[in-house]
């Protein structure tokens, strides 16, 4: 058997990973002009409204490799860092830099690396629309009285779910196309 490599060694390498993977590249033709790239996922994350949002990563000419995705109040960067010292007017401090990173190829390389990373070897949790559904419908009802989940909270400040709540609930956990009922 051929052994077959998982570095991800060029531009080429990286556009193809993002191709297999379903990431689509967004780029409004203002962005192209200013050295931006837009690559949106497959893959939606969900918050406190439960409304599923893409996920988006842009890389600019000046070396940055941000999260711009919706769900942010701004996008992120997510070039590694270093620490720096520096010294003023007599008092020395650290600080924290970003590397940029300045050649196309390399953030391109960069980004597709982080994607996987972060998003593709950890579990993913699924969320059919049905589960969308009952947990807007739960919320609604909830957020009446306070907190989605009721206004019971333990002695360390985390929500208190009673056990009569818990009896109520449908849970359910597919493992390799499986589903197991833990209710």
């Not at 520096?86 to 960069?110: F, M, V």
């Not at 996987?116 to 629309?129: F, Q, S």
């Not at 929500?159 to 493992?175: F, G, H, N, R």
Request: one cysteine or more; proline letters at 4%.
């Amino acid at each position: 058997m051929e052994y077959m490599s998982t570095e991800i060694r060029s531009a080429r390498e990286a556009m193809t990973i993002f191709k297999i993977l379903g990431i689509k590249e967004i780029t409004t033709e203002r962005q192209r002009k200013n050295g931006t790239q837009v690559f949106e996922l497959p893959i939606q994350q969900m918050w406190q409204t439960l409304n599923p949002k893409p996920l988006r990563f842009a890389t600019y000419e000046a070396g940055y490799v941000r999260n711009v995705s919706e769900y942010n109040s701004s996008p992120y960067q997510i070039n590694k860092t270093k620490k720096v010292s520096t010294q003023t007017s007599g008092y020395a401090y650290d600080t924290i830099e970003r590397i940029l990173i300045h050649s196309w190829e390399d953030r391109l390389i960069y980004l597709a690396k982080f994607i996987i990373k972060n998003y593709y070897k950890k579990p993913t949790y699924i969320i059919n629309e049905y589960t969308v559904k009952c947990l807007r419908e739960a919320y609604y009802e909830y957020n009446k009285t306070g907190l989605p989940w009721g206004d019971s909270v333990d002695q360390y400040g985390r929500p208190y779910i009673s056990k009569a709540t818990l009896d109520e609930c449908d849970i359910q956990v597919i493992i390799n196309g499986h589903r197991y009922n833990l209710s």
